[in-house]
């Protein structure tokens, strides 16, 4: 409810709103409570989890842009010269452009050969070194005897309508 989100909030300060629903009908309320409040208070939208929901018609755009949504994403959505060249010289030897698919297998590829070839070795680089590739970051945590990827990255929509990464 709007009044009680209020009481939540605090003046002269950012106030960061976690969503985390898949309720289309919550997710449109809270933006309106949101974009109400936007004319007291400083608030940014955070979602644990950028689902579809957040691509239907019945959410604006310009909305999410406006609350700066952050959301967690295991590639970047934001794109740069790395990528653009990767695309150019994969479409250069293949004659089409690589699946998501391709692009990640190039990542983990490119990334596990990177570590094995340092002279630290692979179990350490792994352990106490973060890499970024193609469109996959890479920070191993090792669990139960195995390695894990915890590499993800923080978007945010700017006021241009672009993609940009946080962290």
Known sequence: APEVLKTMLVADKTNYVILDTE??????GMLRA???AQKTYTVQLAVPDKSD?????EVALDKLVK?????????RDELGPQHDMFIKVFREK?????TNYAIRGFDITFDTILRLFQAEGFKTTSSSVGSEQVENKFVYQTQNGGNY???VYIMQFDEGLNVIKVQ
Not at 53 to 57: L, P, V, W
Request: negative net charge; charged residues 20%.
């Open 149 to 151: 990827n915890s590499g």
């Open 53 to 57: 929901r957040y691509d239907h018609d």
């Open 23 to 28: 309720n289309l009908a919550q997710i449109t």
């Open 34 to 36: 949101l974009e109400e």
């Open 67 to 75: 609350l700066k949504l952050l959301y967690p994403s295991i590639t």
């Open 94 to 98: 293949n004659g089409y452009n690589p």
